[in-house]
Nanobody
């Protein structure tokens, strides 16, 4: 079965960096568009970044310049590099895979930005 397993979350001070990873299994990873979403307490889940199967990336406007999404098809892994983190980046970050009508979610990883 398809599994998406996120890792790399944790507690970081404002201005710090984290790199999230999402390891996929049970799927042909290279054909999927991969997405990172986040959900803060009391808020709706929002799209953070997308990288297509062809390697094109897009970001939420508010995050451009601070976050970078990348993928390694040989390792079946997608990454989210987060720099200059702010307290408002605190959320559970979810990995999502999408191919046509197919979609899968990871269990999420908590990112807390606090002094």
């Amino acid at each position: 079965q398809v599994q998406l397993v996120e890792s790399g979350g944790g507690l970081v001070h404002p201005g710090g960096s984290l790199r999230l990873s999402c390891a996929a299994s049970g799927m042909t990873f290279s054909i999927y568009d991969m997405n990172w979403y986040r959900q803060a307490p009391g808020k709706q889940r929002e799209l953070v970044a997308t990288i297509t199967s062809g390697g094109t990336s897009n970001y939420a406007d508010s995050l451009k310049g601070r976050f970078t999404i990348s993928r390694n098809n040989a390792l079946n892994t997608v990454y989210l590099q987060m720099n200059s983190l702010k307290p408002e980046d605190t959320a559970v970050y979810y990995c999502n895979a999408r191919f046509r009508t197919l979609g899968y979610w990871g269990q999420g990883t908590q990112v807390t930005v606090s002094s």
